[in-house]
């Protein structure tokens, strides 16, 4: 081979060399381009994938909103139907209540009247009976009366202060009592021990213990009594007043028709 052959071969060897750094410099450069995009795209995949993280954590939030509004309304609605129970049964009652008022009305046209004439019928009652305790009687009577016209008193209590009279007149018949008071004998008037019992017998007694009467309901005066009875009254007027133990006496009584 001659010099210029091996010169020639030299040189393409050269040039063969030269072309292979020049292919591995550009492989270099297109590999470098293209970790950049893979960077590039990876840190764009990042930043979407953060943005899918932050729409599905919002996603969820707003769910359970949705979910507690729901819960919510059901309570509310569950809270509104016991209501409008309540409400219905209030409008029930008041429409009961409205028609016992506006029979109200009925029904002092009806006890108003009524009272009068108990009260009317308990007066001509003390005014026969036997007159024991008589003051406080006609007292609590004309207190109806003036009861009857106060305004500020309502009806329910203006009768149950008239059966209350009732039942207090009802009550001397079982009565076993003893007050002081005064005695209306026609010619004179004197204080006097007074005693009954029930409405079997009415004795009055000088606080000096030396006279003593029996009501007559017949003749409506009092009749005098013989010395006999002035230690039994004496003693009945104690223990009326319990400053005695209670035992038989002698009391006297006035027989119907007797002459």
Do not use: C
């Not at 750094?21 to 930043?47: M, R």
């Not at 108003?112 to 009577?141: G, T, W």
């Not at 009592?177 to 209306?184: I, N």
Request: a negative charge; glycine letters at 4%; charged letters at 30%.
């Amino acid at each position: 081979m001659s010099k210029v052959s091996k010169k020639s071969l030299i040189a393409t060897a050269m040039v063969g060399a030269l072309a292979l750094a020049g292919s591995n410099i550009a492989a270099a450069d297109v590999l470098t381009d293209l970790q950049k995009a893979e960077a590039k795209i990876f840190k764009q995949s990042a930043k979407s994938q953060n943005k899918i993280n932050s729409i599905y954590e919002q996603t969820q939030d707003l769910l359970a909103d949705y979910r507690n509004t729901v819960d919510e309304a059901d309570v509310l609605r569950g809270y509104n139907d016991h209501v409008q129970r309540m409400v219905d049964d209030q409008k029930t009652r008041i429409a009961s209540l409205q028609k016992q008022i506006d029979s109200i009305d009925g029904v002092k046209q009806g006890v108003v009247p009524l009272m009068y004439k108990m009260i009317d019928a308990l007066d001509k009652f003390i005014e026969l009976d036997m007159p024991m305790n008589i003051e406080r009687r006609k007292e609590r009577l004309a207190n109806l009366r003036d009861v009857m016209n106060d305004s500020n008193v309502t009806v329910s209590e203006q009768f149950r202060l008239v059966l209350e009279a009732y039942e207090i007149e009802a009550s001397y018949g079982g009565i076993f009592d003893a007050y002081q008071g005064e005695l209306d004998l026609g010619d004179r008037t004197l204080t006097a021990d007074f005693v009954h019992m029930g409405r079997i017998a009415l004795v009055a007694q000088s606080l000096d213990a030396k006279n003593s009467w029996l009501w007559n309901n017949e003749t409506r005066s009092w009749d005098e009594l013989g010395d006999e009875y002035l230690k039994p009254i004496t003693d009945a007027v104690r223990m009326a007043r319990k400053q005695l133990p209670m035992d038989l006496t002698r009391l006297p009584i006035f027989a119907a028709g007797a002459k």
